[in-house]
């Protein structure tokens, strides 16, 4: 056999690396809780991926859910920025598996992957992690769905810290979305900047919220004497000069509860998805989606008032009000840093 100088090089080369890789630290053993913390979040994680939040979101109302008990306490509570507090399990519930991203009404998209990519636990009640999920951007009902180059896709980020209980369930969490409204843009293939976008998300609100809400839980009562001409005007359109827009805008279709609706809400702030907390529009379409899973609970938000969710929430209010939130400002914080001063 025959070598060749570079040959040669290659086995000095190595010759001398070998030995220093097999000189390298080894990792210590992860400890139990270690393991456990990050199976929890996994799972919970896992959860989110089409369709196995639909059996969740089947039970949701139910006094207990059986696959969801060894991951999260009874009273578990948290933040998610900028989207709300969310104070109890049947909420957080709610949050986790109700706004995953799932086929429902013209929404053909659903999470197909979630991926734990960064993840940290250094004491037996405290993680920190970041999850990456990736989102088909088609109908997963459609044949075919998930062959080769039958749909596209895009990802969503989410990021924080998670407090768990003495059996390793989840009490407490502190997470956050970055880019949310991007995210919504892409989602939808829409440009929530424009005016035109707006007004015909406002529309299909009303149309979902009379759907979705009705009897006792019923949000917009129609208003007697209003009528299309009068919404027009109070938006600023001509009959005449603004035509184009308002054949597809549509709202000769709209009953008189419908356009009562789009009224009310024409009148709000659009807002924005990076910032939820509020009196928008843009909240009420999140918690549309929530009502599709509880409307019982929900469509109050959705509801002109807002519900004491959909309503305007100061900055300290909705950053720092961590007593309230997780009794302890100092939640997320192990009690080995506890003498630690700031």
């Keep these: ?14 010759s001398t690396w070998l030995p220093l890789s097999s000189a390298l630290p080894t990792l210590p053993p992860l400890a139990d809780y270690q393991i456990r913390n990050f199976q929890t979040i996994n799972k919970i994680y896992q959860f989110t991926v089409y369709p196995r939040q639909e059996a969740i979101i089947a039970q949701v109302t139910s006094d207990s859910i059986p696959e969801l008990e060894p991951l999260f306490s009874p009273t578990v509570s948290g933040r998610i920025q900028e989207i709300g507090n969310f104070t109890n399990f049947r909420h957080s519930i709610e949050y986790f598996f109700g706004l995953a991203p799932r086929p429902q009404g013209s929404m053909y998209s659903a999470i197909v992957e979630a991926e734990l990519t960064q993840f940290s636990s250094d004491h037996p009640s405290i993680a920190a992690s970041t999850v990456n999920f990736k989102v088909a951007l088609d109908n997963p009902s459609k044949p075919g769905f998930g062959a080769p180059g039958t749909r596209t896709y895009t990802y ?5 810290f998670w407090h768990f209980d003495e059996q390793g369930r989840v009490d407490y969490y502190d997470l956050y979305i970055p880019a949310l409204n991007e995210f919504a843009t892409i989602l939808n293939g829409a440009d929530f900047n424009s005016k035109l976008v707006q007004l015909l998300a406002t529309k299909q609100i009303c ?3 009379q759907k979705l809400c009705k009897g006792k839980n019923t949000q917009y009562h129609p208003q007697i004497g209003l009528n299309i001409g009068g919404v027009l005007n109070a938006l600023g359109l001509s009959p005449l000069l603004d035509l184009p827009l308002i054949n597809q805008l549509g709202l000769g279709s709209l009953n008189l509860g419908e356009l009562t609706c789009f009224a009310k809400l024409s009148a709000k702030s659009f807002g924005t998805f990076d910032k939820l907390w509020a009196d ?15 409307p019982d609970d929900h469509c109050e938000h959705v509801g002109p008032t807002g519900g004491g969710k959909c309503v305007e929430y100061p900055y300290y209010d909705r ?9 302890d400002t100092r939640r997320f914080r192990s009690a080995s840093y506890s003498t630690l001063s700031t």
């Design 1 to 14: 056999m025959r070598f060749s100088f570079a040959t040669l090089d290659l086995v000095v080369l190595l």
């Design 156 to 160: 969503l980020k989410q990021t924080g």
């Design 207 to 209: 149309q979902g919220a």
């Design 280 to 294: 928008t529009v843009t909240c009420r379409i999140v918690h549309l989606m929530l009502a599709e899973v509880d």
């Design 319 to 327: 950053q720092f009000k961590d007593n309230t939130l997780f009794g």
